[in-house]
């Protein structure tokens, strides 16, 4: 078995699936070592709410073709794709087209500086930063139930 799925398998024995709701993510969060920090003031100027997906590229679960398909379908919410190494699961060229931020982060520092420890994960966001849906995922139902409160607001639900 390869270092890397070592690595995450630890990574997930030892987390709790919950996150805080009500809570506001930090302003600037440090997801690289020897690098400046991010800057996630935006997530809380948007007009319709913020997802925020946390997936890699070496995790089996992580679909990234739902957290794809799910940002074609709803464009009209902001996104923030956050993975895992160096490789972007998710094509740069198709983020940038849909000017969807995306950073790459080290396990270690996105549990210490974002209290976050799943993944793959998604963060839904209210129109002023504050966490209001979180959870696993890893198909696109499973993405849309976390983001219904924002799909309900923007009149969008599937008949």
Request: with cysteine; aromatic share 8%.
């Amino acid at each position: 078995m390869a270092e890397k799925e070592m690595l995450h398998r630890r990574f997930l024995k030892s987390s709790t699936t919950e996150y805080e709701l009500g809570t506001f993510l930090p302003e600037r969060v440090t997801l690289r070592q020897n690098e400046d920090p991010i800057d996630l003031t935006s997530v809380a100027k948007t007009g319709n709410g913020s997802v925020l997906f946390f997936i890699s590229s070496s995790c089996e679960a992580c679909n990234a073709e739902a957290v794809r398909e799910a940002i074609q379908t709803y464009p009209e919410f902001s996104y923030i794709v956050f993975y895992e190494g160096s490789r972007n699961p998710i094509p740069s060229a198709f983020l940038e087209s849909r000017h969807v931020a995306h950073h790459s982060f080290q396990i270690d520092l996105l549990v210490k500086n974002m209290n976050l420890n799943m993944l793959p994960y998604q963060l839904v966001l209210n129109q002023v930063g504050q966490v209001i849906a979180a959870g696993i995922i890893n198909t696109l139902p499973m993405i849309e139930d976390l983001m219904m409160p924002l799909i309900r607001a923007a009149g969008k639900i599937k008949q």
